[in-house]
């Protein structure tokens, strides 16, 4: 089963405008990480935010994380068409196997 | 790149043949995780293994079978493949202790499998 579930399922935008994809998860955790999957290829690892940060920022990427409420956004800012892809939001399940959820589609038309 | 070698990349096969998946790494990572991804199920874990001949089942190991003789090597295999097999699958590995609040998996390219 699922322990991070995105949303919105999909999303399009147009270039320059900021994306945020958001991430619910069900038990504690120490890390929550995002990836980012191109189609026909594997995922890539964007960002790592671990249980005692609250906000991470790499390029263009922020990631929030609120314990409390058990959820993770990741906002892109001034997309651009190369950021189409789907999105990613994965946590360790006990000790031994990284959980992903169904994945945000992100369109970013020119 | 993490220095992952999935093959076959792409596959066509019969039900009821067997199918091996072979996933090669570089880096001497001692986790090695198979993975499938379907429409709205996202990824899903078959089977994984944490050392040479350590492995245990994920949530969706029924009908396949895995084994890692060599460390760089984790082979997954259908012993009969079935139509709902039909999925692309994803080799990972990550470095150390997989609860290290440090680590992340790196993906290979997939394999795209189709049973008829």
């Known amino acids: 089963s699922q322990q991070g579930e995105e949303d919105p399922q999909a999303l399009s935008i147009q270039e320059g405008e900021n994306a945020t994809m958001n991430c619910s998860y069900k038990t504690s955790i120490n890390n929550l990480q995002w990836y980012r999957q191109n189609s026909g290829r594997g995922l890539v690892h964007l960002i790592l935010?671990?249980?005692?940060?609250r906000e991470k920022h790499s390029g263009r990427l922020r990631v929030t994380l609120d314990t409390s409420k058990k959820s993770s956004s990741l906002l892109i800012t001034a997309s651009r068409a190369a950021d189409t892809a789907s999105y990613f939001c994965?946590?360790?399940?006990?000790?031994?196997?990284?959980?992903f959820g169904k994945g945000t589609m992100l369109l970013v038309s020119p | 790149d993490a220095g992952i070698t999935q093959s076959p990349r792409h596959k066509v096969t019969e039900t009821g043949t067997p199918v091996t998946l072979r996933c090669h790494q570089t880096e001497n990572h001692r986790y090695m995780y198979w993975y499938r991804q379907d429409p709205g199920h996202g990824l899903r874990l078959i089977h994984y293994?944490?050392?040479?001949?350590?492995?245990d089942k994920g949530e969706v190991s029924d009908g396949y079978s895995v084994s890692r003789s060599k460390t760089e090597d984790f082979l997954l295999t259908l012993e009969s493949a079935t139509s709902s097999q039909t999925s692309v699958y994803f080799c990972a590995i990550t470095p150390g202790g997989p609860g290290d609040p440090g680590n992340t998996i790196y993906f290979g390219e997939g394999s795209w499998l189709t049973v008829v």
């Open positions: 293994s944490y050392g040479v001949k350590d492995t």
């Open positions: 935010i671990r249980s005692n940060e």
């Open positions: 994965a946590t360790w399940k006990g000790y031994s196997t990284l959980t």
